[in-house]
């Protein structure tokens, strides 16, 4: 009995990513210096950072799509992970749907497919073409086919880095409500600090390697881009990052 307490307890606070001294380098040069990191289960995070700073080597690594970088410190991940980028990667030869399931299998999986499609607002398109969708479409897509398979961990790098305004802030509210019912421990790279505000809970900035400013927003959802309590959070996360406002 007090062996089962002790692995619920366990296990209710390890958390869901923990990274410790993590060190990559690209010939010769490091990218990241020693990046110590704990995302608790469920936790919605956002990482800022200067282009080139290694947010998307940070999420490569996580992803464990990195194979050099694991001998560099402890990295532990949890097994079920979804990765969404930028550009959808939706095969072009496959119709929406069989683009959601690939790589799912069993008798459930088409439903299950059909159920994530909907949640994302494309029911009735399953057997559109990729080319057949718009940009917000194609990415909503895309996060149905990380929802297919009902990820632990969501890491996402720059997942509406290529949409417009209007469309970009459809997908905010998409991406929170999707977090809402699934709970996963979600990584979002994005260089949009208002996008980072607006959606996670806790804000990383990388810098030199490392995370640098480690910011909790503690504002209730949803959240407006108007809230104006907002605004001292994008002033420490710009000071960050080193943006300086001329305010005339
Ligand atoms: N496979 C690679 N080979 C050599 N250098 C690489 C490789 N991957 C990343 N780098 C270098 O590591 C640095 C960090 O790249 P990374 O893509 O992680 O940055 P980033 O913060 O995601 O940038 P951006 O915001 O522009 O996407 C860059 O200088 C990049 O050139």
Request: overall charge neutral.
């Amino acid at each position: 009995m007090a062996t089962h307490t002790e692995q619920l307890t366990t296990t209710a606070t390890r958390p869901a990513v923990q990274l410790r001294d993590l060190t990559r380098s690209f010939d010769g040069r490091k990218v990241l210096d020693g990046v110590d990191l704990d995302i608790p289960a469920g936790q919605f995070v956002a990482l800022l950072g200067h282009s080139g700073s290694g947010k998307s080597t940070l999420l490569r690594a996580v992803a464990g799509l990195d194979h050099e970088v694991a001998g560099s410190g402890r990295l532990t991940a949890p097994a079920r992970v979804s990765v969404v980028f930028q550009d959808s990667r939706l095969l072009p030869w496959r119709r929406v749907l069989d683009n959601v399931l690939l790589g799912t299998e069993g008798k459930e999986a088409a439903g299950k497919g059909r159920e994530a499609l909907a949640e994302v607002g494309l029911k009735g398109r399953e057997r559109a073409w990729p080319n057949e969708l718009s940009g917000g479409e194609t990415q909503r897509a895309a996060l149905a086919r990380s929802l297919v398979r009902e990820p632990e961990l969501l890491l996402a790098d720059e997942p509406f880095g290529a949409l417009d305004a209007l469309t970009r802030i459809r997908m905010h509210t998409l991406l929170r409500q999707l977090w809402e019912r699934h709970r996963p421990s979600v990584l979002l790279v994005t260089h949009d600090v208002d996008e980072a505000i607006v959606l996670a809970d806790r804000v990383l900035v990388l810098e030199e390697g490392r995370i640098g400013l480690d910011l909790t927003i503690d504002r209730p959802h949803p959240r407006s881009y108007r809230d104006p309590l907002l605004g001292e959070y994008r002033e420490r996360l710009l000071a960050a990052l080193g943006v300086k406002e001329d305010h005339q």
